[in-house]
């Protein structure tokens, strides 16, 4: 069986804040063969390296007087800054913080030391690094409904680049993606376990669901699809790599909260749970690549695995 692909999930955000430029430089660094990213659109159209367009969470935002009047109300009733509301002067003005402070109290340590990078600073980081760029499109309908369609701006990015990675283009929409299929790099459908699609969804009647999808394995234009791991399967890989796909899984993650119960341990929610034995489960599924959150274990347990299975 060969071993999957290790992608660094937004970096290395087990040990530093998410797609900081520490972040993706330690998942290189730790052995990851491929970092992925998101982006969403700022103001005045450039690309920023944020997982959602929401930047409460993940900056230092709230924590500038000179920005206050840009927050809105979110639908949670807390106030809340958006990347479509910022110039890319403004929200690389930002500093990367800890998603998750009391799971990850050790990453939080380095909250406030790297500014919110742009999409040309990761195509440099991931070139000059030498690994597979998994670029994911985020929030796309959104973004066209503002007339911040993030297609374009990811065609132009990468056409003004002096040097590009290898990239594979990802997202929770097939529009997008098919959109940008001109660009010669590989797409690979992101899927949830439940629900529809943003542009499924506004087929309406005619949309389908995430499952009613995989069920047909109609994924003409595709070169994989992604699926959370606990639809993962060998009989499923199986089957999706005799019709030519490959199949990605996400995401790998130590700590009890992100475990299956089975594999919890009963140390509190936030401490590591038996995740060496799950991700063995996973990896025995036979996937193509893996999204990582700590990508140094998933590097240390395929080594260990090596000699066992090249004696099989």
Known sequence: MTPPLVVGHRGAPGYRPELSRSALLLAVEQGAQAIEVDVVPTRDGALAVRHEAALRATTDVSARPDLAARARRAAGGHREW????LTAAELTSLHCQERLPAVRPASAQHDGRDPVLLLPEVLAIAAAAGVLLVLEVKDALRGADMG?????LIARDL?????????VLESFEKTPLLALSQLGHPLVYLMEGVGMAPDERRRGAKGRTYRAELAAADFGGFAGVSLPLSLLSQDRVEAMHRRGLQVWGWTLRTENRFLPPAFRSRSGVDAPGDWRT????????????????QPDLLVGLLGARAPHHAGA
């Open 148 to 152: 911040l369609d993030p297609a374009p």
């Open 82 to 85: 958006y990347a479509e509301d």
């Open 278 to 293: 799950y991700w063995n489960t996973v990896l025995d599924t036979g996937p193509d690549a893996l999204f990582v959150d």
């Open 159 to 167: 056409a003004r680049a002096p040097r590009l990675p290898r990239i």
